[in-house]
């Protein structure tokens, strides 16, 4: 029998890449890891967590202002980009250190350096070629920009984290979630926005309320929203600014332009080309349940798989994929009622079957919905408003979507899905007593059907 250096060896430390690293080695396996950028990955480095700390600090905008209604003498104070760049860095310093020590503490060997596949058992790191049984590609996704003129002078949400001065004024072009927090963040930050879309209305395969709802809500905090928008090409003056010019025929000025329009699986100059992995056109890694290629030995998870773009999902599929590999428990991936958050202001959060998915899925459906103007702004003189929406199958009771729009939407929902993941009525959500006064409350209080 071949004596391998390693019984796994990961390519790339993002959250799903350490996860099955440290679970595979404290199960018994010989593990080596190898990641070229980031420690701890996108989520940790230029994703997640600084765009929630980003997130939080445009939020102080807001509630200084809604202090007023309330007796505080708040005159907004001025605001240091320079102070919570400094503070966010120092945090994910700190973070990239835990990563590390979760490797070490676990046995792990790594690498610092790019590792290129040379065949299905060995892997050239630093001019080294070590021997694997195994080989897990979670090298995660990159941010895509399309070619067009002057699509040099753009930035993605990879550089926004690391601006050295905040813009004036910025232009947004994207529709999905990260456009839509980017919009929220640069406006709280005293930014004036403007968010482009090329489609009608943004967050596609979101529910239709939560997309109308946030639509509003952004609009009425003074992010300009053009919809039905495309760009052509960006121009860049000589006094730095940026003139962008877009298919209609119309031109903006700005200082700044963020493109987030998309991300790909980072699968180049990863030595894929050595290897029978199949794949999708857009580079995506076609795996099986057990997160097996279509080489016996290779398996990949994660966002280089481009099934569920999420941290958590990562996460659980790296627990289920070093219990099967290596614990002697097989464990499949379940991505049904995944809960998700889109930390835009307010807030989104969201589990199960959209409307329309459940019209696709059901005969009959009852929908629940619910929009109100929070106890909070009774006095703050905010016009927000929330949106709480609970989709039924009519026939079995059972409880196929919930939705939400406001404040701490992400913290509500994940209590909710523990109850849709064990398979929760309408009947059950009406027998529980509500924590008043909450906004929370507003989920077992909605009697009756708005629409079926």
């Not at 009947?427 to 209080?445: L, R, W, Y």
Request: proline share 3%; glycine share 10%; net charge negative.
């Amino acid at each position: 029998m071949t004596a391998f250096d390693y019984e796994l060896f990961v390519i790339g430390v993002g959250s799903g890449g350490v996860r099955a690293a440290r679970m595979s080695a404290a199960y018994g396996a010989r593990v080596a890891t190898a990641e070229e950028k980031f420690m701890g990955g996108t989520c940790v480095n230029v994703g997640c967590v600084p765009k929630k700390l980003f997130v939080y600090a445009s939020h102080f905008s807001e509630e200084y202002h809604h202090a007023q209604g309330f007796g505080w003498d708040a005159v907004s104070p001025n605001f240091d980009w320079q102070t919570l760049l400094k503070n966010k860095n120092a945090e994910i310093q700190r973070l990239n250190g835990i990563y590390k020590g979760l490797l070490d503490n676990a046995g792990v060997t790594h690498y610092d350096g790019r590792a290129r596949i040379v065949d299905a058992n060995h892997i050239e790191i630093n001019g080294e070629v070590v021997s694997t049984e195994r080989i897990l590609i979670a090298t995660g996704g990159w941010p895509v920009v399309p070619d067009f003129p002057g699509n040099e002078h753009v930035i993605t949400s990879n550089e926004a984290f690391f601006l050295e001065e905040l813009p004036k004024r910025a232009l947004v072009v994207g529709g999905g979630y990260i456009a839509v927090e980017f919009a929220g963040i640069f406006h709280g930050l005293g930014v004036q926005t403007t968010l482009s879309y090329r489609r009608e209305l943004f967050l596609r395969g979101f529910d239709i309320d939560i997309r109308q709802t946030v639509s509003e809500e952004l609009t009425k905090k003074g992010i300009h929203l053009a919809y039905e928008t495309n760009v052509d090409r960006i121009e860049k003056r000589g006094d730095g600014t940026l003139l962008v010019h877009f298919t209609t025929g119309h031109t903006y000025e700005t200082d700044l332009v963020l493109y987030a329009t998309g991300r790909a699986p980072a699968v180049e100059d990863i030595g894929l080309e050595n290897v029978n992995v199949a794949q999708r056109e857009n580079g995506a890694i076609i795996i099986d349940e057990e997160f097996r290629t279509s080489e016996p030995n290779i398996f990949a998870l994660g966002d280089v798989t481009d099934r569920l773009q999420l941290t958590p999902v990562a996460i659980e599929e790296a627990m289920c994929f070093a219990s099967t590999q290596f614990l002697g428990e097989r464990r499949v991936m379940d991505y049904d009622n995944v809960a998700t958050a889109v930390f835009c202001q307010p807030n989104v959060g969201t589990v199960g079957l959209t409307e329309s998915q459940a019209r696709e899925a059901c005969s009959t459906i009852d929908i629940y919905r619910s929009s109100f103007r929070p106890m909070k702004h009774t006095l703050s003189g905010s016009d927000e408003r929330f949106m709480m929406k609970i989709i039924v199958d009519r026939e079995t009771d059972k409880v196929l979507g919930v939705h939400m729009v406001g404040a701490e939407a992400g913290e509500i929902i994940q209590g909710i899905a523990i109850a849709l993941k064990m398979g929760v009525t309408k009947t059950q959500f009406d027998a529980t007593v509500g924590i008043h006064p909450t906004t929370a409350e507003e989920f077992v209080t909605m009697r009756e059907a708005v629409s079926v």
